[in-house]
């Protein structure tokens, strides 16, 4: 496994974009959204913005960093294909400004970035799913040229877990925790007693000669068609094979299909207990926001 030299092999077609823009439209109408006028209540300095990119879509919202709720519209835009660096940075400098209007957020209100590869010190260090112009690429100084804020970026599966450890399913749960994240791509975070071990990248384990994740992301299920049940078997087998490397007592699976987890999480066969996320959807964008301000507090 090595993620420095990922191929974007993987980066979704088209019609994969498209049905998992469809699947996650669908989750979206379920979820109430926050009013803009809700932010009013929240004390200054203790907001930061999530932006969450995915293969398929960018969401991106306020969040009340002492509670991790959304204090703004939740906003989705398809990602940009190809998904190249300023085509991105365009993008998501839209919502920002659009956020911060709406919350009348100063330039001091950090931005926190979950994106779907490795990364460390702000510089993105693989390119699995996204355009290769990522790899080695200093994201955080080129969003903050053009954000004009503070800006952090992380890999969206640690984000994503660190808030279903703070506010979801993963409360008080001590011992090695997994969350998993499935979209695009198959997102790990590695958790022992509360604490994050970052950029663990089991997607790219190799499972039958090729990268695992190919089989047991959410995309695969579409991509191949597959009925939940055949597809539940290769998460299955895919979740076997790290516990069988980390003995985890728990695995917390998130993303658009924790919303069907009665689909697939009866029909794995892991010996740790398995859970859906509570966090569902905004996952990503909490914990992007949540390591943004840790982030600056460490800086500071
Ligand atoms: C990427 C990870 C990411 C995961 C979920 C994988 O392909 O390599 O960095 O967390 O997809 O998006």
């Known amino acids: 496994m090595n993620t420095q030299t990922h191929k974007n092999h993987d980066q979704p077609s088209e019609d994969v974009i498209e049905l998992l823009a469809a699947a996650d439209t669908e989750d979206l109408a379920a979820e109430p959204e926050v009013a803009a006028t809700t932010a009013v209540s929240v004390a200054p300095g203790r907001l930061a913005i999530g932006v969450d990119i995915g293969g398929s879509g960018i969401k991106a919202a306020a969040v009340d960093l002492d509670t991790g709720a959304l204090v703004s519209t939740r906003h989705r835009v398809p990602t940009p294909q190809p998904s190249a660096p300023t085509a991105v940075i365009d993008v998501i400098a839209k919502l920002i400004r659009s956020i911060a209007k709406e919350v009348g957020a100063g330039?001091?209100?950090?931005?926190?970035?979950?994106?779907?590869?490795?990364?460390?010190?702000?510089?993105?260090?693989?390119?699995?799913?996204?355009?290769?112009?990522?790899?080695?690429?200093?994201?955080?100084?080129?969003?903050e040229r053009v954000l004009k804020r503070p800006v952090h970026l992380v890999n969206d599966a640690d984000a994503a877990g660190v808030a279903e450890m703070r506010y979801g399913a993963g409360v008080g749960r001590m011992g090695t925790v997994f969350t998993i994240t499935?979209?695009?791509?198959?997102?790990?975070?590695?958790?022992?007693?509360?604490?994050?071990?970052?950029?663990?990248?089991?997607?790219?384990?190799?499972?039958?000669?090729?990268?695992?994740?190919?089989?047991?992301?959410?995309?695969?299920?579409?991509?191949?068609?597959?009925?939940?049940?055949?597809?539940?078997?290769?998460?299955?087998?895919?979740?076997?094979?790290?516990?069988?490397?980390?003995?985890?007592?728990?695995?917390?699976?998130?993303?658009?299909?924790?919303?069907?987890?009665?689909?697939?999480?009866?029909?794995?066969?892991?010996?740790?207990?398995?859970?859906?996320?509570?966090?569902?959807?905004?996952?990503?964008?909490?914990?992007?926001?949540?390591?943004?301000?840790?982030?600056?507090?460490?800086?500071?």
């Open 182 to 300: 499935l979209g695009t791509g198959f997102g790990s975070a590695l958790f022992y007693n509360g604490r994050l071990i970052p950029n663990l990248e089991l997607g790219h384990m190799e499972i039958r000669g090729r990268d695992a994740e190919r089989r047991s992301a959410a995309s695969a299920r579409i991509k191949r068609s597959l009925s939940w049940k055949a597809w539940a078997m290769d998460l299955d087998e895919h979740l076997l094979a790290i516990e069988k490397l980390f003995s985890p007592k728990l695995f917390i699976v998130s993303g658009g299909v924790s919303k069907r987890s009665e689909n697939f999480i009866p029909r794995l066969t892991v010996r740790a207990e398995v859970v859906p996320a509570t966090l569902l959807n905004s996952a990503g964008i909490v914990g992007a926001a949540m390591a943004a301000d840790e982030r600056e507090h460490a800086a500071s």
């Open 107 to 143: 330039p001091d209100v950090a931005v926190g970035i979950g994106f779907p590869a490795v990364v460390i010190d702000g510089i993105t260090k693989s390119a699995a799913n996204v355009d290769h112009g990522w790899l080695d690429f200093d994201a955080d100084a080129a969003f």
